[in-house]
Nanobody, 116 residues
């Protein structure tokens, strides 16, 4: 059964950094775009970043441009989200997502808390 697994969340102070990882189960990432989304308490889920299969097309939410960097290592079958200069408003549950043959798959999410 296809699934995604996120890891790397935690609690950091403002200005700190975290690196999230997204790994697939049951398939390989090579042919699929991968997106990172987040959901803060009481807010709708929003798209944070997305990377194409060959990493030649990348999207960032305006509020994270210059601070977050998405990357992928297809040999390790892993997509990363490096988050620097974190702010309290970056707090939320972060999810990775992909679409395989028209079916959407989400991970279980990893909590990121930015607090002093």
């Amino acid at each position: 059964q296809l699934h995604l697994v996120e890891s790397g969340g935690g609690t950091v102070q403002p200005g700190g950094s975290l690196r999230l990882s997204c790994e697939p189960g049951g398939f390989t990432f090579d042919w699929y775009a991968i997106g990172w989304f987040r959901q803060a308490p009481g807010k709708e889920r929003e798209g944070v970043s997305c990377i194409s299969p060959s990493a030649d097309s990348i999207y960032y939410l305006d509020s994270v441009k210059g601070r977050f960097m998405i990357s992928r290592d297809n040999a390790k079958n892993t997509v990363y989200l490096q988050m620097n200069s974190l702010k309290p408003e970056d707090t939320g549950v972060y999810y990775c997502r992909t679409t395989v043959w028209g079916d959407e798959y989400w991970g279980q999410g990893t909590q990121v808390t930015v607090s002093s």
